[in-house]
């Protein structure tokens, strides 16, 4: 029986698994070789350079915000630039600061953080992961990027309309979000509500798939408990996204017809509420924290076990824990809303639910630790980046604890404490991992190494440039120092700190100037970097038994997998890895599913 | 620079509460922080590789697991006991003073002030000696202050950083908020969310009075309440109708341009 | 099942094609401060036909008191002033009115003018406005000045021109303009509740504000018969018909009284665009 007939019983509604024919050319044109292409690799990788074009953008968003709070009333270097409904002789207006603090956000996390982990790990990974030959429906596959493309555009664009970009948080809370007259902000305003529910279509196309390749096209012998664990996390993080981005796109429908069409679903005057958007938005939103975090802890784990040439500690805690925060982080979205008069009962349950989500979060961070324990600690690049993403978010999850306890969130709710927080686990946490990920595996993608002087250097400099800007926010924000404003000097008790705010301010133009580093190594490694070997980090995963780059349709024949994916060091191997597809001593292929389903019968 | 992770002081009475609260999870959340971190880094410097050390093969420790899951959850549900009792005591409907507390307030906010009702000598509202002062909140000292809270326009956010207050305010509710302030003084009254471009502006002064210098303040105000916006003219008083009227445009105390429609020059021509 | 995901796929690319062209079109309405101010070519006054109409405000009884502003939170404005800082009183001096808006109302015909590039300026001082009344004409640049350096929005609310909302942080200047005649437009500071001010906006240069003795003047206006309107914040509108020869002069009056208080002021009122009075007005700033 040949491998393809033993594909097509076993995933007998998923028509697109075919496997390529041993040396046979690929003779796609360019079009659908790199534009729309439907192979996920390809995808995978569209998505990396969309998301990271928005990341510098969100990023030179929050080099000017930090102008303006380092040195609130002078002129920024270029600010002539911008027309003067956004900076006046250079000096940036309030609105446009606002637009500033609003587009930031929506950027780093609907168009940067959550792409790049989801987008662009998710395609690359699970197919490989799972050992199938492509996604299992490629075409909604294209489908999901190219919807996520002009919903970027949109967001985009409307910086250059009447009004600007919208200005009323990332959050968009109305009454200020849905008329304009609040805000000074209309088209923008729409615009945000267009893009984001354009957005919520191409998350849910790509949820949709992942959760169907996994579930559906394992390679034989992959079990659940043999998943890798960016996998399981891509899993559970795909059924997060189908359950809240509906919700998201719900409320920016709703939201819209409140702007346009007359409608007053969060306008008190007629009967509105403003609080029921904040339900919706974090009811999504909450959940979207955690889509934001597990494909990240599930890249750490790989990249850790990895590094430490060690088996996962606790493979099966990781998994549940993995679950049980995906589940418990559908019970806390109103710790986003203790100060909002939404009633005190209410604060007191969501405090419970949000404490012991710190619980499975500590599990991981203690396994993580249990890993590194008597390893054989191997510092390339990526692992640099992972073990500062357990260090940072390690800060982050503790820094969560404050603010959990409603007492002290009446105090710190809205100040830098909170975004000290965010940025630790979001920055701190999630984008470390996103570089680990990258350098990872960007050789098994472009068939070239990252260059890993200029890693390294990427890496210290972020790191502590992160730190210096980061930090301490803690402690302006422990002072009072209220989020987004606009000028912190007005207030006396602010002035007084305010040389915080440069010194975070310079080390955030350093830490921005940093991440040139990084494009730079991208662009020069593509360029010449060095040619990757097939398993340059001596990795268990099956992409790694296949040459690099990763040819379209990926294995030559179906791989069988024999073991999980982090048999690092086993005692009766030379070798420190021992692949998932290499059978061992003794270990036979295993027969095809369905003689095996004859046999069990009986 | 100001690294320190220490609190401004208190001056509501439940804000010693609040800080405490704050100090025992800084020193528990400190303790795992620094116990965790420095495991880390010794592992990075006692487990790096070098020539022939090979990783110990273990799939890890159930009862260690075990034990670092039910520790952290004993302690977040510690934290989360001591939290409820002085939430309930700050925001909870029942412990709310009603109407008995010793000052009743409404504050208003809009974009972008803070619009404070004084019931007037009374301490009642609606008995037509009420008033209205713009973006200055004063207080007696040791007495509870109630405030109903709403907004006419956007949400913002009620933020007394020294009291420990902050309750947003919300158009269309009207969301009770107390305190009680224990040292005179001035403080600062901010907005703490978003609410437009002039957010970071929207700052009005607190200033906690002793409790007869409150009332003398309150009575000087409500005397002077029938000049305030949108009531009867005000009872005669020169030493304002001279400021008034220095000049044809009644703005001689305007002292740097003098007449604004005159300086325009080519009006009249 | 392949056909559908076909479909399915070909469908959401035409949508996201769909939405980047609607986003294509959405990226081009520019900035409307930077619009160039056209110069229109039209029929200007010859200086020996050009007519003049002068006039008084009358006022009878007696003004009310400026309301007092308590400017305490804001040391840097209530400086300036000597004693109380007051609202801008409504300024009724030996029975003469000021800040009478007084613009040609009816009899311009379909005469169209050049559009003045000489601004005019509203200064932010001591957290007022100044000027209180301001006249201008549609595409002339509206120079805002914050000369007090701490925040001032400047938010206006017109019914006919698109309105605009912005800040000024800082001392600078910014310049804006109304493409359409309107009066009046209603400016205020969100910041501080009390500033307020007053825009009249015409497409000719024939509107001018009383001063403090009660007295207008419109020049340069051609040969016709008019009807002027004058619009006062507190005591309302009234209108006020005058002819005037090739060169020569008229005078045209208004009274107001006390009892006006109250009345209902039209603010906004969209200006019948093919009947716009026809005169030349001295808008002073402008003209000169």
């Not at chain 1, 982050?396 to 000290?420: C, E, N, R």
């Not at chain 1, 021992?578 to 003689?595: D, F, I, T």
């Not at chain 2, 965790?36 to 050390?53: I, N, P, S």
């Not at chain 2, 412990?95 to 809009?110: F, G, S, T, Y």
């Amino acid at each position: 029986m040949t491998t393809t007939a033993t594909t097509a019983e076993r995933v007998p509604n998923v028509s697109v698994q075919h496997w390529a024919e041993p040396g046979h050319e690929d003779d796609r044109s360019f079009w659908r070789k790199y534009v729309f292409s439907t192979d996920h690799k390809v995808i995978g990788s569209q998505f990396l350079f969309l998301s990271l074009f928005f990341l510098f953008v969100g990023g030179a968003l929050a080099m000017m915000m930090r102008w303006q709070l380092g040195f609130p009333g002078e002129p920024m270097p270029g600010g002539g630039v911008f027309g003067q409904a956004k900076a006046v002789q250079g000096i940036l207006l309030p609105e446009f600061y606002n637009s500033l603090v609003t587009m930031h956000g929506t950027f780093m996390i609907f168009f940067a953080i959550m792409p790049l982990l989801v987008g662009v790990f998710g395609n690359w990974l699970i197919p490989l992961h799972v050992g199938a030959a492509d996604m299992a429906f490629p075409r909604l596959n294209m489908a999901s990027f190219w919807t996520a493309v002009p919903a970027g555009v949109l967001m985009l664009a409307s910086f250059w309309v009447t009004g600007g970009a919208a200005g009323a948080g990332w959050t968009a809370y109305p009454p200020l979000s849905a008329v304009p007259e609040f805000s000074g902000v209309s088209m923008g305003q729409k615009l945000w509500c267009v893009s984001i529910a354009v957005l919520g279509f191409s998350s849910l196309m790509g949820a949709v798939n992942y959760i169907t390749t996994i579930v559906n096209m394992r390679a034989p012998g992959l079990g659940w408990m043999r998943l890798s664990l960016p996998v399981w996390a891509l899993f559970i993080t795909a059924i997060l996204i189908l359950l809240a981005i509906p919700v998201l796109t719900g409320a920016a429908i709703l939201l819209l017809f409140d702007q346009t069409i007359g409608t007053a679903f969060f306008l008190p005057e007629a009967g509105g509420q403003p609080l029921l958007w904040q339900h919706l938005f974090w009811y999504f939103g909450h959940p979207e924290v955690y889509i934001l975090i597990l494909p990240a802890m599930g890249i750490a784990s790989e990249v850790i076990a990895n590094g430490s040439r060690k088996p996962i500690f606790g493979y099966r805690f990781m998994v549940a824990a993995i679950v049980t925060i995906a589940f418990l982080g559908w019970i806390v979205w109103g710790h986003h809303m203790f100060q909002s008069g939404m009633n005190p009962l209410l604060g007191t349950s969501f405090m419970f639910s949000t404490m012991v989500i710190a619980v499975p979060s500590a599990i991981k961070t203690f396994n993580w630790l249990g890993t590194m324990w008597r390893g054989d600690l191997h510092f390339h690049v990526p692992m640099l980046n992972a073990v500062a993403f357990v260090a940072m978010f390690i800060i982050g999850g503790l820094s969560g604890i404050f603010m959990a306890s409603t007492p002290i969130d009446i105090y710190i709710h809205d100040t830098y404490f909170i975004v000290a927080h965010l940025h630790y686990v979001l920055f701190g946490g999630s984008l470390f991992a996103i570089f680990a990920g990258i350098y990872f595996w960007f050789p098994k993608f472009f068939g070239k190494m990252l260059n890993p002087t200029l890693g390294k250097i990427h890496f210290w400099t972020s790191f502590v440039f992160f730190n210096l800007v980061f930090f301490p926010m803690h402690n302006i924000g422990l002072k009072g120092h209220m989020r987004r404003i606009y000028d912190p000097t007005q207030y006396e008790w602010l002035a007084e700190i305010q040389p915080m705010n440069t010194f975070m301010s310079v080390s955030a133009f350093l830490l921005g100037t940093a991440q040139l580093l990084f494009l730079a190594n991208i662009v020069w490694s593509l360029w010449k970097g060095e040619d990757a070997p097939p398993n340059p980090w001596k990795a268990n995963t099956l992409e790694w038994s296949i040459p690099s780059p990763a040819p379209h349709g990926n294995f030559e024949e179906m791989p069988t997998v024999y073991r999980g994916p982090y048999e690092y060091s086993a005692p009766e191997r030379e070798e420190d890895h021992w692949p998932m597809g290499e059978p061992g001593p003794g270990e036979e292929r295993p027969p095809p599913e369905e003689q095996r389903r004859k046999e069990a019968a009986g | 620079m100001d690294w320190s992770w220490f609190l401004p002081d208190p001056v509501s009475t439940f804000g010693g509460e609040i800080d405490t609260l704050y100090y025992w999870i800084l020193g528990i959340t400190g303790f795992i922080f620094v116990v965790t971190e420095a495991v880390l880094v010794w592992f990075v410097f006692r487990y790096r590789h070098k020539e022939g050390r090979r990783a110990h093969y273990s799939h890890g420790n159930k009862r260690l697991e075990i034990v670092w899951t039910v520790i952290p959850f004993l302690i977040v549900v510690g934290i989360s006991w001591a939290s409820t009792e002085v939430w309930m005591e700050v925001k909870a409907a029942d412990r709310v003073p009603a109407v008995e507390a010793d000052l009743p307030l409404r504050v208003a906010a809009k974009q972008f002030e803070w619009n404070v009702t004084y019931p007037g000598p009374d301490g009642e509202f609606d008995t037509g000696d009420e008033f209205v002062k713009r973006n200055q909140l004063h207080i007696p000292v040791g007495r509870t202050v109630r405030i109903d809270l709403t907004s006419e326009d956007v949400i913002h956010s009620f933020f007394l950083p020294d009291f420990r207050v902050k309750q947003d305010a919300v158009p269309g509710m009207v969301i009770p908020v107390w305190f009680q302030a224990t040292e005179t003084g001035e403080y600062p009254l901010a907005c703490a969310e978003l609410c437009g471009l002039g957010h970071y502006r929207m700052r009005a002064q607190v200033t906690v009075h002793e409790v007869e210098e409150f009332e003398r303040w309150l009575a000087t105000e409500t005397g002077a309440a029938g000049v305030e916006p949108g009531t009867a003219p005000a009872p005669a008083d020169t030493a304002r109708i001279e400021t008034g009227q220095g000049d044809g445009d009644g703005e001689a105390a305007s002292a740097p341009a003098g007449d604004e429609d005159s300086g325009k020059g080519g009006d009249r021509a | 099942m392949r056909e559908l995901l076909r479909r399915v796929g070909g469908m959401a690319l035409v949508s996201g094609v769909a939405v980047a062209l609607a986003c294509g079109g959405a990226e081009e309405p520019g900035e409307a401060p930077e619009e160039e101010v056209a110069e229109e070519a039209g029929p200007v006054v010859p200086p020996d036909s050009a007519a003049t109409i002068t006039g008084v405000v009358n006022f009878e009884g007696t003004a009310p008191e400026p309301e007092p502003i308590d400017m305490s939170e804001e040391p840097t404005c209530a400086e300036q002033y000597e004693g109380q800082p007051r609202k801008h009183p409504v300024v009724a001096v030996d029975g003469k009115l000021a800040r009478v808006y007084v613009h040609v109302k009816e009899g311009l015909g379909d005469r169209t003018f050049p559009t003045p590039s000489e601004p005019v300026t509203l200064d932010q001082q001591g957290c007022r406005y100044r000027p209180h009344v301001l006249a201008i004409q549609v595409g002339q640049p509206l120079e805002i000045v914050n000369s007090d350096g701490i925040l001032h929005n400047i938010n206006t609310q017109p019914q006919v021109n698109r309105g605009f909302n912005i800040s000024q942080p800082v001392e600078m200047t910014t310049t804006r303009d109304f493409t359409d005649p309107e009066v009046m437009i209603p400016v205020k500071c969100d910041v501080h509740g009390w500033m307020e001010a007053y825009i009249g906006v015409q497409d000719h240069p024939y509107a001018a504000v009383s001063d403090s003795s009660g007295a207008f003047t419109l020049e340069n206006l051609p040969p016709g018969d008019y009807v002027l309107e004058a619009w006062h914040e507190r005591y309302g509108v009234q209108t006020a018909s005058v002819s005037v020869e090739a060169g020569g002069s008229a005078q045209a009056d208004f009274s107001y009284s006390a009892d006006m208080a109250g009345a209902e002021v039209p603010l906004g009122e969209p200006i019948d665009l093919h009947d716009h009075g026809s005169e030349t007005a001295s808008r002073a700033a402008v003209s000169r």
